[in-house]
């Protein structure tokens, strides 16, 4: 059963690199017919999609975050990762990584399947 | 960004039908499927509703979806204690290429 877990620092310093990496397990990164996101969520308040990356390493971002995030993908270690730049205390978050799917054709329409479990990330001097 | 409309609550007593309400536009949820997720206290979302109305393998035929237009709706009926969760509405945005998830709704069992 395919299992996905974050990793990362749980305190970044204001103005520094939030640096997050998903590892999966159970199953390869590689599969063309799966695209793998990352979603957050402040305390307290609801999801925010930051980007996604494709099979072939295109991504996608949220454009209130593009100029500060980078996706990629190590298929060798079957993980991706998310880099967010000049982090505030706005950025304070859970971050998931997730699977995003082909969940009907007709549509066609894609949701996110697998989640991890989350990591917080605080923000602060 | 939430673009997805949805109410901060919705509550009702064991046993209860409660529906909770997912407004979008025409860009969103008039042209794409609608997927729900269920977020226990404390644990990551779950895919509870999948294209407006498909359950996943495992989840309990007491939820149900639809969509009328440009809204969704996800209904719990039998409500129970365990239901007691938020729950987030999510679509495929065209204008803004990207997915897009409502604003939540925490279910109260009462």
Redesign the interface.
């Known amino acids: 059963q395919l299992q996905l877990q974050e990793s990362g620092p749980g305190l970044v310093k204001p103005s520094e690199t939030l640096s997050l990496t998903c590892t999966v397990s159970g199953g390869s990164i590689g599969s063309s017919s799966d695209h793998w996101?990352w979603?957050r969520q402040p305390p307290g308040k609801?999801?925010?999609?930051i980007g996604?990356i494709f099979h072939g390493g295109s991504t996608?971002y949220?454009?209130?975050l593009k100029s500060r995030v980078t996706m990629s993908v190590d298929t060798s270690k079957n993980q991706f990762a998310l880099k967010l730049t000049s982090v505030t205390a706005a950025d304070a978050a859970a971050y998931?990584c997730a699977r995003?799917r082909l969940?009907?054709v007709?549509?066609p329409?894609?949701?996110?399947?697998i989640?991890?479990?989350?990591t917080m990330v605080t923000v602060s001097s | 960004?939430?673009v997805l409309t949805q109410p901060p609550s919705a509550s009702g007593t064991p046993g209860q039908r409660v529906t909770i309400s997912c407004s979008g536009s025409s860009s969103n949820i008039g042209n794409?499927?609608v997927?729900w997720?269920q977020q226990l206290p404390g644990?990551?979302?779950?895919?509870l509703i999948?294209?407006n109305n498909?359950r996943?393998s495992g989840v309990p035929d007491r939820f149900s979806g639809s969509k009328s237009g440009t809204s969704a709706s996800l209904a719990i009926s039998g409500l129970q204690s365990e239901d007691e969760a938020g729950y987030?509405c999510?679509a495929?945005d065209d204008s803004?290429?990207?997915?897009?998830?409502?604003?939540?709704t925490n279910v109260i069992v009462l």
């Not at chain 1, 329409?109 to 399947?113: E, G, L, N, P, Q």
């Not at chain 2, 803004?96 to 939540?104: K, R, Y």
Request: net charge negative; glycine share 16%.
């Open positions: 996101g979603i609801g999801l925010e999609w996604s996608l949220n454009p209130s998931y995003r969940v009907a007709a549509g329409v894609h949701a996110f399947d989640w991890g479990q989350g | 960004q939430s794409n499927g997927n997720y644990t990551a979302p779950k895919l999948y294209s498909q996943p987030y999510e495929w803004l290429n990207n997915p897009v998830f409502g604003t939540g």
